[in-house]
């Protein structure tokens, strides 16, 4: 249900290729593949499993914002935060 709440802030439609996976020895939060999006459940489990849940569905959501804005611009330069920005709104 977090993970739903958290791509529809992002813009997703409902049953958007959305993905958990647990990788206990990466750093990496998320990922985006093929317009495909991956979250690391471990995140969530070692840093947010007490938190509110508002502010983890925001948390998420920003996260949702940062990979599908690589769908429209590489890298992490000036356009992947204004196309970040305007997903995020």
Same mark, same amino acid.
């Given at each position: 249900? /977090? #993970?739903q709440?958290?791509?529809? &802030?992002?813009? &997703?439609p $409902?049953?958007?290729?959305? @993905?958990? @996976? !647990?990788? $206990?020895?990466?750093?990496? +939060?998320? @990922?985006?593949?093929?317009?495909? #999006? %991956? %979250?690391? #459940?471990?995140? %969530?489990?070692? !840093?947010?499993?007490?938190? *509110? +849940?508002?502010? !983890? +569905?925001? @948390?998420?959501?920003?996260?949702?914002? =940062? *990979? /599908?804005? =690589?769908? #429209?611009?590489?890298?992490?330069? $000036? $356009? =992947?935060?204004?196309?970040? *920005?305007?997903?995020?709104?």
């Open positions: 249900a /977090v #993970l709440q958290a791509t529809g &802030l992002a813009g &997703l $409902r049953g958007a290729a959305c @993905f958990m @996976f !647990v990788d $206990r020895q990466s750093s990496r +939060i998320a @990922f985006n593949r093929g317009g495909q #999006l %991956f %979250f690391n #459940l471990r995140y %969530f489990q070692q !840093v947010q499993s007490d938190a *509110e +849940i508002n502010q !983890v +569905i925001g @948390f998420w959501a920003a996260v949702a914002c =940062h *990979e /599908v804005a =690589h769908n #429209l611009a590489a890298g992490h330069g $000036r $356009r =992947h935060g204004q196309v970040m *920005e305007r997903l995020c709104g």
